[in-house]
């Protein structure tokens, strides 16, 4: 049958609409679990919340009101027509975690139930999600303006762990999703978990068969990503309070990168400074270097760069920052020059991985800038004898 | 030289006056001018002046007034007669006196809107206050998108981002859709067909949501000149349209000649290639220094001519550069260069492909070659308009191949000056098409109990079936949406066809690279296994040809042939919609027919002699379309009159006629409807015409044939009664070998017979 003929027979059968049921509430499923599975909560303040994301976190004081939100969806992608069916609610109470599972079991519901998620946010003084930022709460603002209900609550300050965790991690693992950052960073690999994204296949086969069991592998996944995200701020706030814990040198740059993105310049050379020797040591002085040199301390950034030289570490830069350094603030134009040609000195050994393109790029605008300085110096009337140099 | 004193070179020129045809002079017209409207912002007034402009055309001002009355207006405009004045002018107005306001512009390609945005950018900038146009289309990056949905005043984009990218996503739109005070159309005439009625229902849409959001915009719409822009604009929008067609634009005189290539072979009626007169013509205004744009039908076509002139100029210095072409294909800079150097007057001839039909802003040049007719008069007189000064004179030549299309305007020349422009045909309520749209739409807001879609028809019914097939849920007296898809990604706007193949290159193994695509009907002639594809001049083969993926694998070749596929039809009847009977057992229908498709075999031809060298089978499952259709039984007594071979002589005489004359009056391109003729007809029984449209559902064209099958007819006897052939040319029943001695005076009598039938 075509779908014109379809059509057809419908028009022939088409009833008139049927008087359905009446709405007047979701779903709410509460559950508690022990304190105990949830460590280092402790650590959650709001000076650790404040490293993590200083710049848009205006919290107010100890301790913070935080909820855990996730939902699941009628479709993976975003747009007007897809809906929250189910939003995970959890916070932690003195004797443990709380999680409200609120469901809509038919669309008519979804009023009822946003207004819950709307009780529940404006409770909080802080919004934690995992990938809110691009997929829930847009998800839930487009509800809240569907449903033509005020969509203001959204503003509270929110905290997105997969931006936090993936700035801390990205360099050590290979994805960030949550459930590889609870197996590599909790210690608790998932198993017997539906995947995300058969969550609204099964939905829509509940609508279908009236089957409420098609949903309680959903509503497992979703209690154990809203829980996981607790644990995993609490072991977060942890390792900023006590970044000596952090056993990886990626860890602690990444730590050091990301509390230098929050502007939290103090505390970012600190960490970078607890780098150990090793793969990333060279490039933590560096960023320490220049952190000092932007802002205001180019005597520690010399001190810095100084080291590196004396550690070998950092290639042709300490040398070139130093020749910057020494024409333009110090200024000793002698010992920029002598920079420069250091540095010229070192890009002309063989070294693995050399890129011949890289190099002469580099060593044009090293002999460029020797030039300009012995131009400097000719004016200074201090240059070196040029035949002096031929020997070089 | 400029063309007054070309005109009286080529008078004077008995070799090219043999061959002019019709020699058409269309007079100058005088500016008609109009002050400001009083309702226009008056702080709009010093900025226009500031560009040198002291009051409007008349049909500038007319169209202003009526959109600040408040009414939707179509302005048709010719070339260069200042139409973005007409909606700029109320847009910055509107928003100027409130700057919450907002605008959506619709253009049909990139090319248009870059075009468009830099001039109201310049009006913005002279006005000094803070309106911020933005582009939003799919070369729009990611990090701007965000300001462009939060800050656009005037929000330009196309059909297809409005579609995919806006409306799915409206809830990130909300001040646009809240504040939406105009809706501009550009060039809607390129709105017909397929595409226009998608965009009818993207329409549809759009207002559906502005009225969720407390909005109601307005239309200002532009079309070039057709034959009913008035009825185009009200079926795009669903709305009452004030109509604004008089122009008050001046415009030189300017002529108009019909050249027909001499004959070399009067048996066969062949004549010189349209090709090489154009080249000659091209030329000619070349070395005379005449600034001139030659349209062809073709991308190889354009590439040829382009080879040619730069030949015929090149020199150390370069010169070859003062001949451009310019086509689809071309990178957007390169585009954007040449029509600078048009406007600049570097440039002195331009070759292209309709791709300048529209109105991207080239100026206006001396002269317009048209090689072969551009398919449409709507299409030719765009073409033509752009040569066309304001004070001095223009000229314009049409070359004529030997299709019999071509062979008919260029021996009617009244046919193509004193008639109408094609009507724009547009289907919002093709049921494929609908019905992509209404998905979209329930997707994009529920639908309820009730609920109308713009003017569509039964929304119930496709309700009902929606949720029958549980793409929606209907409870609590609201369809929702319940499926995991994002129906706005499942098709494309500009073909009827919702599934594509992608063309994939496997020449380097460690590299497949996508190349292009194709739409699934035309994949079976074109992209079957060992089949020669051709893309951008370059030969590949058809290595693998994958159904269930849509994919086909290509390998680069180079052979001295190219392949032509044997395609079979057949019909078959699915169900009359309407039938007339008439005696003698003829019979007229419009119905569904079932098309079925099947590829058995294809020719290998060679390239440069165009022998058959060969041949190759194809396997590929048959293609079934379901359309609209409508066809003719013929009389038992004139059946009885003729022997079996005059019948199908006269029966195929009629159908290339109807081939002919169908796109003229439906408003199609050739390709869009199909014409054949049956001697045993599995439909009817009996000997029969059969016109149907190319696209799954129907496109509305086989219906409007039907309701104006006696013009058709009548149009098909005038074409073969003024042909002067002796006994069938291609420009009527086709060529003497095709349909026998015979076949001219059968297919006479045929129309002849059939008309009389239906007068009585």
Known sequence: ?392 | MNVDQLVDVLRSDPGFMEQVVRWEEIPAREARYAPFPARLDQRLIPVLEKRGIHRLYTHQARAIEEVLEDRDVVVVTPTASGKTMCYNLPVLSAILQNPDARALYLFPTKALSADQVSELYDMIQLTGADIKTFTYDGDTPGTARKAVRQAGHVVVTNPDMLHSGILPHHTKWVKLFENLRYIIIDEIHTYRGVFGSNLANVLRRLLRLCEFYGSHPRFILCSATIANPRELAETLTGRTVTLIDDNGAPVGRRHFVFYNPPVYNQQLQLRQSVISTTRDIAGMLLRNGVQSITFARSRLVVEVLTRYLKDMVRDPLGNAGRVRGYRGGYLPTQRREIEQGLRAGRIDAVISTNALELGIDIGSLDACVLCGYPGTIASAWQQAGRAGRRQTSSIIFYVASSAPVDQYIVTHPDYFLRKSPENALLNPDNLYILMSHFKCAAYELPFADGDTFGNAPSPDMLLTYLSEEHILRHVGGRYHWMAEDFPASDFGLRSGAEENFVIVDITDPAHHVVIGEMDRFTVPMLLHENAIYMHEGVQYQVEKLDLEHCKAFIRHVEVDYYTDADLNVSLSLLDVEERQDLPDSMHLCLGEVKVSTLVTKFKKIKLDTRENVGFGFVRLPEMDMHTTAMWWRLPDTLIRSFSNDTLENGLMGVSNLLRIVSPLYLMCAPLDVVVVYQVKSPITDGPSLILYDSFPGGMGLASKAYRMQRLLLEKCLDIVRSCRCPQGCPSCVGPVMEVGEDGKAAAVRILTCLLDMLTA
């Open chain 1, 1 to 392: 049958m075509n779908l014109l003929e379809k059509l057809r027979s419908l028009e022939k059968t088409q009833k008139a609409a049927e008087k359905g049921p009446v709405f007047t509430e979701c779903l709410v499923r509460t559950e508690k679990r022990p304190a105990g599975a949830f460590p280092d909560q402790s650590f959650i303040t709001r000076d650790a919340l404040g490293l993590i994301r200083s710049q848009d976190l205006p919290l107010p004081g100890d301790p913070v009101r935080i909820l855990y939100l996730d939902t699941e969806t009628t479709g993976l992608r975003s747009g007007a027509g897809t809906v929250a069916f189910e939003v995970g609610c959890g916070h932690m109470e003195p004797h443990g975690f709380v999680l409200n599972q609120y469901v809509m079991r038919d669309y008519p519901e979804e009023p009822f139930l946003l207004e819950k998620v709307r009780e529940e946010i404006e409770k909080c003084d802080l919004i934690v999600t995992f990938n809110g930022k691009t997929f829930d709460l847009p998800l839930l603002q487009t509800r809240f303006l569907m449903n033509r209900v005020s969509a203001a609550c959204l503003d509270r300050p929110h905290l997105d762990l997969l931006h936090a965790g993936r700035r801390l991690w990205k360099r050590r693992l290979e994805k960030c999703t949550l459930s590889n950052l609870e197996a590599e960073i909790l210690g608790q690999p998932r198993c017997d978990d539906l995947p995300g994204s058969e969550a609204p296949a099964r939905y829509f086969a509940f609508l279908k068969t009236g089957n409420f069991g098609l949903l309680e592998d959903v509503l497992r996944h979703n209690a154990q990503d809203v829980a996981s995200m607790c644990m995993l701020l609490g072991k977060m706030c942890r390792l900023y309070a006590q970044p000596e814990q952090i056993g990886f040198s990626e860890d602690l740059f990444s730590m050091g990168d990301a509390l230098e993105k929050e502007e939290l310049r103090i505390q970012a050379r600190r960490i970078y400074r607890m780098v150990p020797r090793g793969r990333l040591h060279g490039q933590a002085r560096a960023r320490l270097a220049h952190s000092f040199r932007r802002f205001g301390s180019p005597g520690e950034a010399r001190d810095v760069w100084l080291e590196m030289i004396e550690s070998r570490e950092g290639g042709i830069l300490p040398f070139v920052e130093l020749a910057k350094y020494y024409e333009h603030t110090e200024p000793d134009l002698e010992k920029a020059l002598e920079m420069t040609e250091k540095a010229l000195a070192v890009l002309s050994e063989d070294w693995p991985g050399r890129d011949s393109g890289t190099v002469q790029k580099s060593v044009n605008a090293l002999q460029y800038r020797h030039m300009r300085l012995r131009k400097k110096l000719a004016a200074a009337g201090t240059c070196r004898d040029p035949k002096e140099r031929q020997g070089d």
